[in-house]
T-cell receptor, first 111, second 116 residues
Framework: RKEVEQDPGPFNVPEGATVAFNCTYS??????FFWYRQDCRKEPKLLMS???SGNEDGRFTAQLNRASQYISLLIRDSKLSDSATYLC????????????FGKGTTLSVSS | GAVVSQHPSRVICKSGTSVKIECRSL??????MFWYRQFPKQSLMLMAT?????????EQGVEKDKFLINHASLTLSTLTVTSAHPEDSSFYIC????????????FGQGTRLTVV
């Protein structure tokens, strides 16, 4: 089993749609969780950290279920500029240093 | 502005030559930096953890003699791809995190290596 698994893409949605991405991780010792965004041929950039209580940042909501080792990202009112690859990221060990990336889910928002 | 700077952004080299990639943390000291590789339509794969003043820790399947890592200062780590072959062509990205458990990782701009 891969350390981080994500929904296969691509997701093609119209502007204004709500879209949800799911992710599971295998290392129960992981302590930190993130969603990163990667645009084509660019480096990843942090979208948001994911906390146990769930957290929201504008149109983006992230949730974590430690018992199920499951992370989600919800994007409401999709914009054209949301088109990118979304990477589910967890830490690799108890020291919480190296980040392990999922394969990513590609989102394409069209007008 | 960039917090982590990576250079060069793009390099084309002949098979059998070596290529050095630099990664610098610009406004914080990084005792640990990370090197990733990404093939087209694949995820970022951790290659190695670079430790300032000591040997790098390589992930399983990554040849330490082929991918030489040097972390001589708290702001600079280098990755040298030795005797490069076409199959080494990939997108190499470095990363550094500030101290702490839940801190953001900053990435360099990446280096697109093409070996011909």
């Amino acid at each position: 089993r891969k350390e981080v698994e994500q929904d296969p893409g691509p997701f093609n949605v119209p502007e204004g749609a709500t879209v949800a991405f799911n992710c599971t991780y295998s290392n129960s010792a992981s302590q930190s969780f993130f969603w990163y965004r990667q645009d084509c041929r660019k480096e990843p950039k942090l979208l948001m950290s994911v906390y146990s209580s769930g957290n929201e940042d504008g149109r983006f909501t992230a949730q974590l279920n430690r018992a199920s080792q499951y992370i989600s990202l919800l994007i409401r009112d999709s914009k054209l500029s949301d088109s990118a690859t979304y990477l589910c990221v967890v830490t690799s060990n108890q020291a919480g240093t190296a980040l392990i990336f999922g394969k990513g889910t590609t989102l394409s928002v069209s007008s | 502005g960039a917090v982590v700077s990576q250079h060069p952004s793009r390099v084309i080299c002949k098979s059998g030559t070596s290529v050095k990639i630099e990664c610098r943390s610009l406004d914080f000291q990084a005792t640990t930096m990370f090197w990733y590789r990404q093939f087209p339509k694949q995820s970022l794969m951790l290659m190695a953890t670079s430790n300032e003043g000591s040997k790098a820790t390589y992930e399983q399947g990554v040849e330490k003699d082929k991918f030489l890592i040097n972390h001589a200062s708290l702001t600079l780590s280098t990755l040298t791809v030795t005797s490069a072959h076409p199959e080494d062509s990939s997108f190499y990205i470095c990363s550094a995190r500030r101290e702490g458990v839940n801190t953001e990782a900053f990435f360099g701009q990446g280096t697109r290596l093409t070996v011909v």
